[in-house]
């Protein structure tokens, strides 16, 4: 035979078996085209000029290249094995016919060659297509509009080649190396081969449950945050083990369990489809749990993503109390001569609040605009350790915070300046603070230590904490940390006695007034561009830091519809392939029943009674997984919630929400894509396109 024969032989199986290679051939192309279109838009983020966020949107997307990359070689991977299998018939019929090893060899070789070249250019022509528009989508969803200029870049392209070249030749070299392995008969017999009766393996059924069990004890017990983000795949670990030994030997024991029922199990219906579904749990339990995985990791990210991003300003409002914090450092004098170089006899000028409030309002009004809900306190921030027993001191590494406990001393009568008369706290006795202890170890007349200053705690009752005024302290305090560690906060008597504090621990002193601007954004954005500015101008030299919601907002917009684009990007991926594997077990399923329903009616069965046993199983196989994808979701929800309360999330209603939302949408498209796919399975085993509905 010569080399155009083997050409020919490759073209032609592909026309001949389009309903098996065509389903291959949309889904490497769709992961190719996907892998393009992130891989173009990190390509111009990298050449863009640097804006404000440029590192995380810039991590977020690196990481979504390498998830694409990965996922996508896996699908075509899984996709390969198939077809191989498939036409395990076709390609032992050669050999039957005359055709050596080394001559399948090489038209596995056209096959590929033409399949795959074919896959990378259609990839590569829908990913140039579509990139321009999920660019300008990114640059929407981050209310970017500069700072980006979008490029077809010759090096993603090249990469893009490459890289998928190996993953097909990959393909190539696994199905050359499969086929020389096998005996040409056996390729032949493969299909026709009879299954024995699947044996019901109890040790695997028992520790299916154990599995399921642990991933979703993790997820509902797991309190703290921190250790949530570890626990989270050690329960999905778990959760993954477990739906595996579920498909693979925990149906089939439950089957056997009904068989033994006589009952239940010498009925006429009954008893075909508790034997069939026994022998597509054993067929499909791969795949099956496949799915199941598959679309619990669809409905996460989607869920998780969509909650960050529309979440964006309760974030915010939850966090940011008001629209601009000045902060300033105020160090004693006695801190100042002591970090005065030697020889050095500046003055020591002590922090004025009031010329700093001057300087702002004065800024202020030159835009137009009027301060409201002002907001000043004095405080004292320490990351903190306990050393011995209720005493604590500064010093914990603060990329430790296991042990951390976060500590915000601030004074009583400056606390009672802010808030109204009822949420205001009254002076206790000499020695006694105002404490509020986020893990309770510290309670009624306990006696704990700052450094060497020591005090009787008197806790804040609930009935404070619930306050208006006080929440907004708290959380304007702690902000997202109150999250992550055991959290103090402690109302010392006076401004004398946080002096004292801060020279003792050496502690930074701060000074803090924040406000809401009152006018148009225009003119709040240009007094903010230049508050730093006025407040040099004015000979405030203590200034630390000038920070404003709307700066915070650019970021985690930026931050999130990063993450929500890429959560789109490897959502679209899991759901395409769940719906190959439902394509190609439909196909499976559609080749083996077409035998088994000349059989069961050649024994007497009517043929509506054998339809609807077969569409009764398929109907069960079909959405098992489905129904146990929305088991896992409603289990890992809890441990899901406390990881994105982390990164902002604090409104559990909208995740509620989202989460509800993407398992409705999901089950819309996953019961269109087994209508779609029934229509093919349906011809197969009648020969002729008969709805599901009708059985």
């Known amino acids: 035979m010569n080399e155009k024969m083997y050409i020919s032989l490759g073209r032609n199986n592909i026309k001949k078996n389009k309903g098996v290679f065509f389903p291959f ?28 966020g440029y590192e995380t949107v810039r991590f977020v997307l690196f990481l979504g290249t390498w998830i694409c990359c990965i996922f996508a070689a896996g699908v075509i991977f899984y996709a390969n094995g198939f077809l191989l299998k498939q036409r395990s018939k076709e390609l032992g019929l050669y050999s039957i016919l005359g055709m050596e090893k080394r001559h399948i060899v090489k038209v596995l070789f056209w096959e590929m060659a033409f399949l795959g070249s074919g896959c990378i250019a259609a990839g590569l022509f829908f990913g140039i297509l579509f990139t321009k528009i999920m660019f300008l989508l990114l640059l929407k969803m981050m209310h970017l509009s500069t700072g980006i200029t979008f490029l077809i870049s010759g090096k993603v392209i090249v990469r893009t080649i490459l890289i998928f070249v190996l993953v097909f030749g990959v393909n190539m070299i696994r199905n050359i190396l499969k086929t020389s392995m096998i005996r ?63 498909f693979m030997s925990g149906s089939v024991a439950l089957l056997k369990l009904l068989k033994k029922n006589k009952k239940y199990y010498y009925h006429k219906t009954r008893f075909i489809a508790v034997s069939g579904m026994m022998y597509r749990m054993k067929r499909n339990a791969a795949g099956l749990a496949n799915i199941c995985i598959l679309s619990t990791a669809v409905l996460v990210v989607f869920s998780s993503t969509v909650s960050l991003y529309a979440g964006i300003s309760d974030h915010l409002k939850s966090y940011c109390i008001r629209d601009i914090t000045t902060v300033y450092g105020c160090p004693t004098k006695i801190q100042y001569e002591k970090e005065l170089p030697e020889g050095e006899n500046t003055p020591y000028h002590a922090f004025n609040p009031k010329e700093a409030e001057k300087a702002v309002s004065s800024c202020a009004e030159k835009h137009n605009l009027k301060i409201t809900d002002a907001y000043s306190a004095y405080h004292i921030f320490m990351i903190g350790k306990e050393n011995g027993e209720q005493h604590f001191t500064q010093g914990l590494d603060v990329t430790n915070l296991k042990d951390a406990v976060m500590i915000i001393v601030m004074s009583r009568q400056e606390y009672n300046q802010n808030v109204r008369q009822e949420e205001r706290f009254q002076k206790l006795p000499e020695g006694c603070a105002w404490v509020l202890d986020s893990e309770k170890k510290i309670n009624d007349k306990d006696i704990f230590s700052l450094y060497s200053m020591q005090f009787e705690a008197k806790c804040i009752p609930e009935e404070m904490t619930a306050k208006k005024g006080f929440g907004e302290t708290f959380r304007n305090a702690f902000g ?61 030299l203590h200034v630390e830091s000038v920070e404003s919601i709307y700066e915070e907002e650019e970021y985690f917009q930026r931050l999130y519809a990063s993450l929500f684009f890429i959560g789109i990007f490897i959502g679209v991926m899991f759901l395409l392939a769940a719906v190959l594997i439902i394509y190609y077990k439909q196909i499976s399923e559609g ?21 609807k046993v077969i569409s009764t199983q398929i109907l069960q196989v079909f959405f098992l997984p489905l129904a146990l994808a929305a088991l896992h979701i409603v289990f890992a929800f809890p441990i899901i ?34 209508y779609l796919t029934a229509k093919t399975y349906y011809k197969i085993v009648y020969g002729k396109r008969e709805s599901f509905l009708q059985h």
């Open 184 to 246: 040409p008969i056996n390729l032949f017999l493969d299909s026709r081969k009879g299954e024995r009766e699947p044996k019901a393996k109890w040790v695997q059924a028992v520790l299916s449950l154990l599995f399921l069990f642990a991933g979703y004890y993790i997820a509902v017990t797991t309190k703290d945050p921190i250790k949530a983000i570890t626990h989270f795949f050690a329960a999905v670990l778990f959760v993954m083990a477990g739906t595996y030994f579920l």
């Open 480 to 540: 997202a940390i109150e999250l992550l560690s055991r959290n103090i906060f402690i109302l010392l008597p006076d401004k004398a006695a946080l002096e004292e504090l801060a020279e003792q621990g050496d502690l930074q002193m701060s000074y803090e007034y924040s406000f809401n601007p009152d006018g148009s954004r225009e003119d709040i954005d240009s007094f903010y561009a230049g508050l730093g500015e006025a407040l040099n101008r004015a000979g405030i």
């Open 641 to 674: 919630q406390r990881v994105l309360a982390i990164l902002g999330l604090s409104n559990v209603r909208l995740f509620i929400g989202c989460t509800t939302g993407s398992m409705f949408v999901f089950t819309a498209v996953y019961g269109a894509v087994y």
């Open 591 to 611: 080749y083996e029943d077409r035998e088994n329903f000349a059989i069961m009616q050649k024994v007497g069965m009517g043929k509506k009674e054998v339809q």
């Open 25 to 52: 051939a949309l889904a490497a192309s769709s992961m190719i085209a996907l892998y393009y279109v992130i891989s173009s838009i990190y390509a111009s983020v990298l050449e863009s000029e640097k804006f404000y």
